[in-house]
Nanobody
Framework: QVQLVESGGGSVQAGGSLRLSCVATGYSDKYNYMAWFRQAPGKEHEAVADIHTGGGYPAYAGSVQGRFTISVDKAKNTVYLQMNSLKPEDTAMYYC???????????????WGQGTQVTVSS
């Protein structure tokens, strides 16, 4: 089994920064991708960024491209999301996920954390 624990959320003013962390414990051979998703009240669940656990192939949603950076420390089984130039519309619960990409297409995420709240005030 794989457990994911997020941290680093909080409240900031627009233009500020936060860094989210997600520590994975358990069987690391059960996933090869890690990602951040978010969900705001009344809105769809949204993929924010993902990355191969080897550190390659980062990908971002258009709404965060150029402001957020995803990275992974494989030795620590930790994925990070550095969020800069935060906007009120970034306010959401942020979830870490771990999954597997086999072949082409998109990774399938089987493991999820409990989430960490990010609130950006104007």
């Amino acid at each position: 089994q794989v457990q994911l624990v997020e941290s680093g959320g909080g409240s900031v003013q627009a233009g500020g920064s936060l860094r989210l962390s997600c520590v994975a414990t358990g069987y690391s051979d059960k996933y090869n991708y890690m990602a951040w998703f978010r969900q705001a009240p009344g809105k769809e669940h949204e993929a924010v960024a993902d990355i191969h656990t080897g550190g390659g192939y980062p990908a971002y949603a258009g709404s965060v491209q150029g402001r957020f950076t995803i990275s992974v420390d494989k030795a620590k089984n930790t994925v990070y999301l550095q969020m800069n130039s935060l906007k009120p519309e970034d306010t959401a619960m942020y979830y870490c996920a771990a999954g597997t990409l086999v072949g082409t297409g998109s990774p399938r995420y089987s493991y999820w954390g409990q989430g960490t709240q990010v609130t950006v005030s104007s």
